[in-house]
């Protein structure tokens, strides 16, 4: 039962252009979201939250945006570089827990 | 020198065989978590600490114990390794001082592969 899905195993962008990475979850108690990147032989590392109060949160060229009518948050770099290139996670919370659930991860290629 | 450790990075060991993989961290974070990562899977929790007397399971934690040594310290095993054990394992920690969400931090992983 896969409670966070990013639907596309990768995904490939010309550098410069706008990257869009998509997320859907199922769990209704979902009230807060983050996003991760991860590089080879790295951790994943903390890259933009939102939390359920919101349906946009902006930190320089990355915005997530969120749809709970929809149960759907997406990811956008604007513009993209080549050092986005990356695999990247999304992960949803509920309540005061702060245990996570990862998505399957989308693998972005930004290509020069 | 990173904030969470984890050791060793990467193992090779046979079936059958108890492995311990370490974590710590110089954060000074309460909380602490234990994740693998599959291909196609994403990163699944196995265990996760709230503090050092506060252990739970995760979604996947059959074959799995931990050991929370000191708030800084948290340790994984596998009592007797098999191979569908054999990934890339996550050490996470979390702030639970500061108000609201708090992201976790990971450290780089072990890859850990058995025979």
């Known amino acids: 039962d896969q409670q966070v899905k990013q639907n596309s195993p990768s995904l490939s962008v010309q550098e410069g252009r706008i990257s869009i990475l998509n997320c859907d979850y199922t769990?209704?108690?979902?009230?807060?979201f983050l996003w991760y990147k991860k590089y080879p032989a790295e951790g994943p590392t903390f890259l933009i939250s939102?939390?359920?109060?919101?349906d946009k949160n902006e930190d320089g060229r990355f915005t997530v945006f969120l749809n709970k009518s929809a149960k759907h948050l997406s990811l956008h770099i604007v513009p993209s570089q080549p050092g986005d290139s990356a695999v990247y996670f999304c992960?949803?919370?509920?309540?005061?827990?702060?245990?996570?659930?990862f998505g399957t991860g989308t693998r972005l290629q930004v290509t020069l | 020198d990173a904030d969470v450790t984890q050791t060793p990075r990467n193992r090779i060991t046979k079936t059958g065989k108890r492995i311990m993989l370490e974590c710590s961290q110089t954060?000074?974070?309460?909380?602490m978590y234990w994740y693998r990562q599959d291909p196609g899977l994403g990163l699944r929790l196995i265990y996760y600490?709230?503090?050092?007397?506060?252990?739970n399971k995760g979604e996947i934690s059959d074959g799995y114990s931990v050991s929370r040594q000191a708030q800084a310290k948290f340790s994984l095993s596998l009592e007797s390794a098999i191979p569908n054990q054999t990934a890339l394992y996550f050490c996470?920690?979390?702030?639970?001082?500061?108000?609201?969400?708090?992201?976790?931090?990971f450290g780089d992983g072990t890859r850990l592969s058995i025979l």
């Open positions: 992960a949803a919370g509920a309540g005061t827990a702060s245990k996570l659930t």
């Open positions: 600490s709230f503090d050092v007397k506060d252990i």
């Open positions: 769990n209704s108690m979902f009230d807060y």
């Open positions: 996470a920690t979390s702030d639970s001082a500061r108000q609201g969400w708090q992201p976790q931090h």
């Open positions: 939102i939390s359920s109060i919101k």
């Open positions: 954060k000074g974070h309460d909380r």
